[in-house]
């Protein structure tokens, strides 16, 4: 195809990212292309200064610009709640839902022994040391409701099931506006064997 | 939410790209903040330079590098066949399925009056220059089948229709893979309409 240098360039470099397909990788580009320098600038500034300034937080490996996260600082965050989360990135969409007031804590990935991560690879040192500080009273154990989420989860309640009070996972169950039809075997297994008390 | 502040910049800037909610913003961002350094940087440095580089071709309107455009300086192209499509990336999907070996012309937008784009707006006085210029016997109107691009490709054929011996427009009919049952009736009208002869 005969698509010029610049342009082609600017297309696989988007299509390095995931879940970006060559088709998605077009169309940013073009509308890259379209928009105004300024626009343009903006854009590749914001990329540029991403990595420039954003670290990981020394407590709890969440993005932060500075030591610690604005989490970490936060006054207000109930210490003794510690949510383990795989990726600092799921810290965000568990405090767009408001839910949660505690503090967090990233493993930076999920147990594989297939790709040979194993809990010496991840944060898992750094949280016993955080647990064993004293203080928290719930272990929230966030991961994914993968294999790989819950082979983690497993080996951090084994691992921390004498030293915190408690320590529970996020339900499994029907999300709110599945259908049944298309809810697959292990879901439903889970919706079942949870299942609440109507009213409750 | 405490998104550190040159993350939520760059969020912001992915989410004003079209086609891209604030979610899919927040998922290219982790993925840039997780690339090491030098992939971030060169995706930043192809959006600076797909901007510096890229301009329209002087005599199609599509993008080119120089003053003209790899396809038309390519000496194997027909010069005598003219595809007219709307924007420069329709170039591409068309070359990319290597079903024309003309040139082509960009009119850089569609004729839409409550947008205020009439074809003075459009690169449609030049067109009708290259077709008085002469050699063009085919000119393929490949503008969208929306209610625009098809007032527009009226329009162009009143315009040039006794000035080049055959104006077309793609077919219009079910895309292959469609299925009866979710084809829209506008499309069904055109695909009974324009029904071709069993093996032909």
Do not use: W
């Amino acid at each position: 195809v005969n698509i010029p240098a610049s342009l082609e360039r600017l297309v696989a470099e988007l299509a390095r990212l995931p879940g970006v397909g060559r088709k998605t990788a077009q169309r940013l580009a073009f509308a890259i292309l379209r928009n105004d320098t300024t626009r343009a600038h903006a854009l590749a500034q914001a990329i540029e200064e991403v990595k420039a300034r954003i670290r990981f937080c020394e407590q709890c490996f969440g993005y932060a610009e500075d030591t610690r996260c604005t989490v970490c600082t936060d006054g207000r965050r109930d210490p003794a709640s510690l949510c383990v989360v795989e990726q600092p990135g799921d810290i965000y969409v568990i405090e767009r839902s408001g839910v949660f007031r505690g503090l967090y804590h990233v493993l930076l990935g999920v147990i594989s022994p297939l790709d040979g991560v194993g809990p010496d690879q991840l944060k898992v040192r750094e949280l016993l040391a955080r647990v064993e500080r004293g203080g928290v009273t719930e272990l929230i154990l966030a991961t994914n409701p993968s294999m790989q989420g819950e082979a983690t989860a497993l080996h951090l309640s084994r691992l921390l099931g004498d030293k915190v009070p408690r320590i529970t996972r996020l339900a499994r169950g029907m999300p709110v506006g599945a259908n049944l039809e298309f809810t697959d075997d292990v879901t439903l297994n889970q919706a079942f064997s949870g299942r609440q008390t109507f009213g409750s």
